[in-house]
């Protein structure tokens, strides 16, 4: 699958999003990278920034946006069809993205999203 073609599937999963939770989506930027970082080839995606739970009245004062990573190697890998892919990308930007909300992985585990 080409990048752009991927970078359309993670377009579509952040668009699947209820308005009322992207909303809250200011000040972070969705990159989608070809590799994973080289301490965890297999990582599908990652959230670099502070949940919104740990932020207090100062913290945007100067600071950097927010990054959710997700991995087109790595999800490629994994998936047999273009169907697949989607359906990886979807849990993957999800999983992200609550993650910026705040939501760990044991929670997210507990909801099915892991």
Same mark, same amino acid.
């Given at each position: 699958m080409t990048r752009e073609a991927f970078e359309r599937l993670v377009g579509l999963a952040l668009d699947e999003i209820p308005p009322q939770l992207t909303r809250n989506l200011r000040n972070v930027v969705i990159l989608v990278e070809d590799d994973a970082p080289e301490d965890d080839p297999d990582l599908l995606g990652l959230y670099e920034g502070t949940p919104l739970t740990e *932020?207090? %009245?100062?913290? #945007? #004062?100067?600071?950097?946006?927010? *990054? =959710?990573? =997700? !991995?087109?190697?790595?999800?490629? #890998? =994994?998936? %047999?069809? @273009?169907? @697949?892919?989607?359906? @990886?990308? *979807? =849990?993957?930007? *999800?999983? %992200?993205? #609550?993650?910026? !909300?705040?939501?760990d992985d044991a929670r997210l585990h507990d909801l099915g999203w892991s």
């Amino acid at each position: 699958m080409t990048r752009e073609a991927f970078e359309r599937l993670v377009g579509l999963a952040l668009d699947e999003i209820p308005p009322q939770l992207t909303r809250n989506l200011r000040n972070v930027v969705i990159l989608v990278e070809d590799d994973a970082p080289e301490d965890d080839p297999d990582l599908l995606g990652l959230y670099e920034g502070t949940p919104l739970t740990e *932020r207090d %009245e100062w913290w #945007a #004062a100067g600071s950097l946006p927010d *990054r =959710i990573l =997700i !991995f087109r190697n790595p999800t490629l #890998a =994994i998936c %047999e069809t @273009e169907q @697949e892919v989607a359906q @990886e990308v *979807r =849990i993957t930007v *999800r999983h %992200e993205v #609550a993650h910026h !909300f705040g939501i760990d992985d044991a929670r997210l585990h507990d909801l099915g999203w892991s």
